[in-house]
């Protein structure tokens, strides 16, 4: 199965280029998209009858992120309280119950950043993944999710028989499909074609 992945600027472009898919014979289960802008995804998936495109999981990176994470903000708070009651003689009575206070934060932070990386590892936010096991190589597959983070849309028509990508991608480009090279820089994109 062939996939071609394109980016618009806006979202109005997408619902246009998904439009022309279908015309153009491409069955709405094999077209996907999807946008940062909850209330356009929600306008384009009634306008086209195309379903948004979920990502992968985070899965357990998420949640090592997040421990790591919150550890680190656990420290920030409370090392240097910790060194303010060292610091003063009139305080240094308090140095052992601030060191456990740093122990406490550590621990406290580590569990409560593993327990959000889980919650936010869960909302298949996660397009590299998603991106990769189309075939899209890593690099690229970055560059597309931080496009979407920087309000761009992807549009995905995948090809059962692997002949008609050409296609798909000069309909794509026909309707504002932007460049992936300029993505970082200008915001602006074109489509890139992916075979798998």
Same mark, same amino acid.
């Given at each position: 199965?062939?996939?071609?992945?394109?980016?618009?600027?806006?979202?109005?472009?997408?619902?246009?280029?998904?439009?022309?898919?279908?015309?153009?014979?491409? #069955?709405?289960?094999?077209?996907?998209?999807?946008?940062?802008?909850?209330?356009?995804?929600?306008?384009?998936?009634?306008?086209?009858?195309?379903?948004?495109?979920?990502?992968?999981?985070?899965?357990?990176?998420?949640?090592?992120?997040?421990?790591?994470?919150?550890?680190?903000?656990?420290?920030? $708070?409370?090392?240097?309280?910790?060194?303010?009651?060292?610091?003063?003689?009139?305080?240094?009575?308090?140095?052992?119950?601030?060191?456990?206070?740093?122990?406490?934060?550590?621990?406290?932070?580590?569990?409560?950043?593993?327990?959000?990386?889980?919650?936010?590892?869960?909302?298949?936010?996660?397009?590299?993944?998603?991106?990769?096991?189309?075939?899209?190589?890593?690099? #690229?597959?970055?560059?597309? #999710?931080?496009?979407?983070?920087?309000?761009?849309?992807?549009?995905?028509?995948?090809?059962?028989?692997?002949?008609?990508?050409?296609?798909?991608?000069?309909?794509?480009?026909?309707?504002?499909?932007?460049?992936?090279?300029?993505?970082?820089?200008?915001?602006? $994109?074109?489509?890139?074609?992916?075979?798998?």
């Amino acid at each position: 199965m062939e996939s071609v992945v394109a980016l618009f600027r806006e979202p109005t472009q997408a619902q246009q280029a998904l439009e022309a898919l279908k015309t153009g014979g491409f #069955q709405r289960d094999h077209l996907g998209f999807a946008l940062s802008d909850v209330v356009a995804e929600n306008d384009i998936a009634q306008a086209t009858g195309v379903s948004p495109e979920a990502g992968a999981p985070g899965g357990t990176g998420s949640v090592i992120k997040g421990a790591v994470m919150g550890v680190v903000g656990g420290l920030l $708070m409370t090392v240097p309280i910790w060194g303010l009651l060292g610091l003063f003689s009139q305080t240094r009575v308090y140095a052992e119950g601030g060191l456990l206070g740093v122990l406490f934060g550590v621990i406290g932070g580590a569990a409560l950043g593993g327990l959000f990386g889980a919650l936010a590892g869960s909302d298949h936010g996660d397009y590299v993944k998603l991106l990769r096991t189309m075939g899209v190589p890593a690099a #690229q597959a970055e560059r597309f #999710q931080a496009a979407l983070h920087g309000g761009h849309t992807m549009v995905i028509a995948r090809d059962p028989s692997g002949t008609r990508g050409d296609e798909a991608l000069s309909l794509m480009r026909r309707h504002g499909a932007v460049r992936l090279e300029d993505a970082l820089g200008s915001g602006q $994109m074109q489509s890139e074609r992916t075979g798998h």
